[in-house]
C-alpha cells in the first residue's frame, strides 16, 4: 500500500521579496513499513517534504496523496484530523510540553481523539513498556536526559499507532551513542508494527540504517536506492 505519493510536486516560499523555490517538480512515494531516509544538504528541500507529507504545509503545485487521501484538495480542518489519526511526528527538540507528566505527554494525542480512559491507560503502559521508560511515567522532561525525552517523543508518536511516522532530524541533539540506541528502537517498532518511518536528516549513522536513501539537492531528487 502506498503511504506517500508525490507527483510533481513543487513548493514556493516568498522570502524578502523574493521566491524560493523549495521543492521543483518532486515525484516520489513510500509503500508501507518502509524505514526510509531523505537526505540532503541545508536548503535542499527534505524539512519541506517532510511536512508537506505531514500535512503540516500546503504544497504550490503537482499533487500529493497521504494515506490514500489528496491532501492539496483538502481543507485545513481535514488535514488536520489527517495528521490526528493517521500521522505521528518526531523533532530533534523533541515539542514535549513541560507542564505534563510524562504519561500525560504520550497520552495526549489519544484525549484528543476521544479514546476511552481505560483504553489510555492500557495502551500508555504498552508503549512506556515498548520504550523503555517503565517508571518514568511521573517525571516531567525537565527531569530527563535528552535521550529518555526522545524516547517520549517516540512513544507519543506511536502510541496512536499511526500509518506514517515522520522524524525530522531525530538523533540531532544526542550523542552517538544515544542516537544509536534510539535508532536501534525505532526500527525494532519498524519491524514489529510495520509503521512506516521517513527521516529527514544530515547524520550518517541516520543514512546507514534507512533501508532506502533518498538524497535531494536545490529541491529536486538527486538519488533514490533501496538498499539490500
Not at 503502559?125 to 526522545?150: C, F, I, N, T, Y
Amino acid at each position: 500500500m502506498t503511504v506517500v505519493k508525490a507527483e510533481n510536486v513543487t513548493k514556493d516560499y516568498g522570502l524578502n521579496g523574493q521566491t524560493v523555490h523549495a521543492l521543483r517538480g518532486v515525484n516520489l512515494s513510500f509503500q508501507a513499513g518502509e524505514f526510509a531516509a531523505i537526505a540532503g544538504p541545508s536548503g535542499s528541500g527534505k524539512s519541506t517534504f517532510l511536512h508537506l507529507a505531514g500535512c503540516l504545509d500546503t504544497l504550490t503545485g503537482g499533487t500529493l496523496q497521504v494515506g490514500g487521501s489528496d491532501a492539496g484538495k483538502m481543507s485545513r480542518k481535514q488535514l488536520a484530523m489527517l495528521r490526528r489519526h493517521s500521522i505521528g511526528f518526531i523533532f530533534q527538540a523533541y515539542n514535549l510540553i513541560p507542564v505534563l507528566s510524562v504519561e500525560e505527554n504520550i497520552s495526549f494525542p489519544l484525549s484528543l481523539l476521544g479514546v476511552p480512559q481505560k483504553e489510555i491507560k492500557e495502551r500508555t503502559a504498552q508503549v512506556l513498556h515498548d520504550v523503555g521508560l517503565e517508571g518514568m511515567q511521573k517525571r516531567r522532561p525537565r527531569e530527563m536526559s535528552g535521550g529518555q525525552q526522545q524516547r517520549v517523543a517516540i512513544a507519543r508518536a506511536l502510541v496512536k499507532k499511526p500509518a506514517l511516522i515522520l522524524a525530522d532530524e531525530p538523533t540531532a541533539n544526542l550523542d552517538s551513542t544515544i542516537g544509536r540506541e534510539i535508532l536501534e528502537l525505532m526500527l525494532a517498532m519498524n519491524k514489529s508494527a510495520g509503521t512506516t518511518f521517513i527521516f529527514s536528516t544530515h547524520d550518517e549513522m541516520v543514512m546507514d540504517y534507512a533501508r532506502r536513501l533518498v538524497h535531494l539537492r536545490d529541491g529536486q531528487i538527486e538519488s533514490d536506492e533501496e538498499k539490500a
